[in-house]
């Protein structure tokens, strides 16, 4: 390594300890999403006292920021997303303590490398990403606009150079009747939830014409309220994926029209709404994976090469992907051999998310994440090939 890259890795090695502590102070205290106001304390106050900038409450958030060190020289605008939300039930069953850890940790670990060079570094603090996907609300704001890359970890049972993710849309359907005596009068009544079960009928059918990608699933959030009065009123919550944002929309079609012929084989009225944001898939950018990888490897990490597979879970990252070269890797908490290995969004990973295992990782990626990032301002080429192939990507 030069000099430059031994001066990243002390600076890694000199925070080290505060960022264990960052993480398992986060997991320890789990907060759902809107609710992270600790979590968000700890980040900022962690950045404003390493130089960084800091606006709270951006977008729409009270729990969300924006925290930036700028260079007194031009250059490039380096972005880390950090996520710290936790699961009803489960706490950080999605590792989200580890997320914002690795936005922090990159961000304050490259600060003399972007003064040396030129440009900005940012963590930008998004809430609710298990939930509502503020990233989304980010977008709309314009807070991304002038950012040329995108960076952010997702912890896994392995290390790959791309999370990519499908996309997803939700429905909220609505089904309006009219109460009446079930057993005195049910000639009076129109039941709304006749016509729920014979959606959720006509969905089960019609996922036998789906493309395999295509995921429907959804809970009933209200039934009526008792047995012996026909339900005037009844409402579900259903996410429809697939691999693509345009088949989504074609999915999400067809789903009108099943929730319409539902309502009218019933004699209901409907109603369909939107709860949370849309989530596109997403548009990994390998030559920025490939840079951040290399430096893995070096460190002797095996990274799989994704290659375009996909994953049939949905993120906000997704969108974010689609106006600005961007990637989430994969990074492992756990291996056969350390005992671990349980499935995401479970108690089991919520335990793993803070193991001695998970917290060494982290403190590779963020290693990985400073080295990449001395790489593209050191050799401005592997910028302009980042950005030559999200245009055409973005074009195709």
């Known amino acids: 390594m030069d000099d430059i890259e031994n001066r990243l890795m002390e600076k890694v090695d000199s925070i080290a300890d505060d960022l264990r502590s960052l993480a398992i102070r986060i997991h320890d205290n789990p907060e759902l999403s809107l609710e992270e106001y600790e979590a968000c304390r700890l980040h900022t106050e962690m950045l404003i006292e390493h130089g960084f900038d800091v606006e709270i409450g951006v977008a729409g958030y009270d729990t969300s920021f924006i925290a930036s060190h700028k260079s007194e020289k031009d250059g490039p605008v380096v972005a880390f997303l950090a996520e710290y939300d936790a699961l009803p039930g489960l706490g950080h069953g999605c590792g989200h303590n580890l997320v914002g850890t690795i936005a922090t ?47 952010m ?7 790959a150079d791309g999370m990519n993710t499908i996309a997803m849309m939700n429905m909220k359907v609505e089904f309006f009747g009219k109460a009446a005596h079930a057993a005195a009068v049910p000639e009076e ?12 009928n006509m969905i089960n059918a019609y ?12 809970i ?9 009065i026909i339900p005037a009123y009844t409402s579900a919550v259903f996410y429809i994926r697939a691999n693509d944002r345009e088949h989504c929309n074609e999915v999400y079609e067809r789903m009108k029209g099943i929730v ?25 950018n390998y030559a920025l994976a490939d840079i951040i990888t290399n430096r893995l ?21 997704g969108n974010v992907s689609h106006i600005k070269p961007s990637v989430q890797m994969l990074f492992s908490i756990g291996t056969p051999d350390s005992g671990n290995m349980t499935e995401a969004h479970s108690i089991g990973f ?16 963020i290693r990985a994440f400073a080295l990449a990032t001395y790489d593209i301002l050191r050799e401005p080429k592997l910028l302009t090939e980042i950005k030559e192939e999200f245009k055409r990507n973005s074009s195709s």
């Open 105 to 151: 940790g990159s961000a304050i670990s490259v600060m003399d490398v972007i003064d040396r060079f030129g440009g900005e570094v940012r963590v930008y603090g998004t809430p609710a990403e298990e939930t509502v996907g503020s990233k989304v609300d980010f977008i709309r704001e314009g807070l991304f606009d002038d950012c040329d890359i995108i960076m």
């Open 153 to 159: 970890a997702h912890p896994s049972y392995h290390n």
């Open 189 to 200: 009544g129109i039941n709304a939830l006749d016509a729920m079960i014979s959606l959720y």
């Open 207 to 218: 996922r036998q014409q789906t493309r395999p990608d295509v995921r429907i699933h959804g």
């Open 220 to 228: 009933i959030t209200n039934g009526g309220d008792a047995p012996n």
């Open 260 to 284: 319409a012929a539902a309502a009218m084989g019933t004699c209901c009225k409907h109603k369909i709404s939107q709860v949370e944001n849309f989530l596109d898939d997403t548009m990994t």
């Open 297 to 317: 490897e070096s460190f002797g990490v095996d990274v799989k090469r994704t290659k375009g597979e996909h994953l049939s879970v949905s993120s906000d990252l």
């Open 350 to 365: 919520a335990r793993d998310s803070c193991s001695d295992f998970a917290l060494d990782s982290m403190l590779t990626y």
